[in-house]
Every structure is written in C-alpha cells, then in structure tokens.
T-cell receptor, first 115, second 114 residues
Framework: AQSVTQLDSQVPVFEEAPVELRCNYS??????LFWYVQYPNQGLQLLLK????STLVKGINGFEAEFNKSQTSFHLRKPSVHISDTAEYFC?????????????WGLGTSLAVNP | ETGVTQTPRHLVMGMTNKKSLKCEQH?????MYWYKQSAKKPLELMFV???????ENNSVPSRFSPECPNSSHLFLHLHTLQPEDSALYLC?????????????FGPGTRLTVT
C-alpha cells in the first residue's frame, strides 16, 4: 500500500535561515508528487508538483523540491524563509498507473519562522 | 467570487441538530471532494464526485450525507453527529479525479459538535 511519511512534525527556524521539510513515500508504481501549504484559518494551496522531467521542481513563494527516485523522497526547500512562511506543509502522492488513483497525504509539518 | 468557496466558515451544532455545509467552485471543474481534517491525523478523503456522480465513499458514517446537484455545487448534510466529528471540513475541486491535476481547496468549515 502507498504511504507518505513527513519526517518532522514541527520545524522551528529563524527568519532568513534555510529550511528543508522532508517527505518520503512508498509505492510499488511510479507516482506524481505534490507539496501543499495551509496558512492559518485557510484551505490548502498547491506549492509545487512533480509529474515528470527535471527532478528539481520550482514552486511559488521561492520554494523548490527535488524528486529522488532511488531514495523515494521529495524534500521541500527554501534558501531563506520569511515570517509569512509560517504554516502547515503537506506532502501528497498519487499513483500514475493502475487503479486506485487517489491522493495519499502525509501528516503535515508545522513550520514556525521566528524573528 | 473566484476559486472554491465554503459556507458557513464556522458551525456549532448539538448532537441532535441537522445542518448542511455548502461548497461552490467557480473554476469549471468536473470533480469535487469532501475532506475531514483533524489534528494529528492525515487528511481523510470522505467523498468524491465526478460529473455529479458519486465515485467514492470512504466508509463514511451515514450521519454524513453528500449531495452534488451540479458540477459547481457540493453539499454535506449533517445529522445526529458525535463529538468526535468536530473537525475542519474541506471542500476541493479538480478538472477530473484520479489524475495529476492539482486540487483546489476552499477555506473550510470549522465544525464543533457539542
């Protein structure tokens, strides 16, 4: 069965520092990968997605993620965070072959950016 | 209005009440979803509709009853809920389900069952 593991439930970081939010997945078939962000009292918004092609994907708000097939990872990075990046971040995968193509979600990582 | 809207944003109801959550998408999408978001749990997919037809029900208790009158509107009818049903209920839409299309989310309805 597919699963998504976000290795850190909480990540505190100082403003302007770099950050990496980790995501690993398990799947017997190839997948599409997504990162969503949820700001306080809001719904989820897509940050970026990997479908095919270059393994380095750039998203909104200066975020990027790298797909590593051998390590089944899709870690999210930002070189310099702002206070406004404080939010919950969710990694999700969907199979791109066979049946049962539903989004599988991680538990989320709470990013707290401190001044 | 743009994107996906949900009303009400907050709802407090007793266990014997009947209420409905409403979702509307202005994106021309064909698939709509209800999710339940509880603290410390992954997002739980509840229902999926494709072209107004329900294509997925993830073993959701019958006290939750969805309705999709057209591709733009989705309702979740609630009756005799339990305190453990308190959560954020999110509606989403996408061009179609089971595809790499991203899902667009509404802001959610914060439900408290007393």
């Amino acid at each position: 069965a597919q699963s998504v593991t976000q290795l850190d439930s909480q990540v505190p970081v100082f403003e302007e520092a770099p950050v990496e939010l980790r995501c690993n997945y398990s799947s017997s078939v190839s997948v599409y990968l997504f990162w969503y962000v949820q700001y306080p009292n809001q719904g989820l918004q897509l940050l970026l997605k990997y479908l095919s092609g270059s393994t380095l994907v750039k998203g909104i708000n200066g975020f990027e993620a790298e797909f590593n097939k051998s390590q089944t990872s899709f870690h999210l990075r930002k070189p310099s965070v702002h206070i406004s990046d404080t939010a919950e971040y969710f990694c999700a995968v969907i199979r791109n072959a066979g049946n049962n193509r539903k989004l599988i979600w991680g538990l989320g990582t709470s990013l707290a950016v401190n001044p | 209005e743009t994107g996906v809207t949900q009303t009400p944003r907050h709802l407090v109801m007793g266990m014997t009440n009947k209420k409905s959550l409403k979702c509307e998408q202005h994106l021309g999408h064909n698939a709509m979803y209800w999710y339940k978001q509880s603290a410390k749990k992954p997002l739980e997919l509840m229902f999926v509709y494709n072209f107004k037809e329900q294509t997925e029900n993830n073993s959701v208790p019958s006290r939750f009853s969805p309705e999709c009158p057209n591709s733009s509107h989705l309702f979740l009818h609630l009756h005799t809920l339990q305190p453990e049903d308190s959560a954020l209920y999110l509606c989403a839409s996408s061009p179609a389900s089971g595809s790499p299309y991203e899902q667009y989310f509404g802001p959610g309805t914060r439900l408290t069952v007393t």
